[in-house]
Every structure is written in C-alpha cells, then in structure tokens.
C-alpha cells in the first residue's frame, strides 16, 4: 500500500515493520524450502494465489490459525485443510 501510495509512513517501510515486530514481541517465520515445497502440494481444491499458498502452507507447517477477511483462504480453511478466524 505504501508503494501505491495509498498509505504515508513517517519511516521506511523496512523500519516500520521491524518496529512493529519489535513492539509486539513478535516471531517473524522464515520461508523455509520444505514450506515452499509443501504450497505447490496442498489438499485440493488448490488456491490459485501463490502467495497465499506460501501463507497456508506455513500455517499447516507451524500449526497456526490465519486470521483473515480473505475469502478463498476462509473457504480453504472451512473445507479442513487450514485452522482460519474471519475478521
């Protein structure tokens, strides 16, 4: 958002982001191989956005929810295959 210029930071977008990891303590996941592997593998129907894939194969890795308004990855998640909260 802050490339499209659809929201203004006081500091670098990088800078922002470690701030707010940092305030939260917060633990930031690396995208490792096997989780990469596992989003071109996930249970059918397959989501069709990369990205997202990436975000539901680490969650299946970690054993965490998404928290999401998405609506393909809430349908995903209701089919069994990912823990997910609507908001």
């Not at 499209?4 to 633990?27: A, M």
């Not at 596992?38 to 969650?59: E, G, V």
């Not at 393909?72 to 908001?87: K, P």
Request: charged share 20%; glycine share 4%; proline share 6%.
């Amino acid at each position: 958002m802050v490339s499209r210029g659809r929201v203004h930071l006081t500091q670098t977008p990088i800078e922002w982001f470690r701030s707010f990891v940092d305030d939260r303590n917060t633990r930031v996941l690396d995208v490792t191989p096997e989780v990469l592997v596992a989003s071109s593998f996930l249970p059918q129907p397959l989501h069709n956005d990369p990205a997202d894939r990436i975000l539901i194969a680490t969650a299946r890795e970690h054993d965490l929810t998404i928290i999401t308004r998405d609506q393909a990855i809430l349908a995903y998640g209701a089919a069994g295959h990912v823990r997910v909260l609507a908001c």
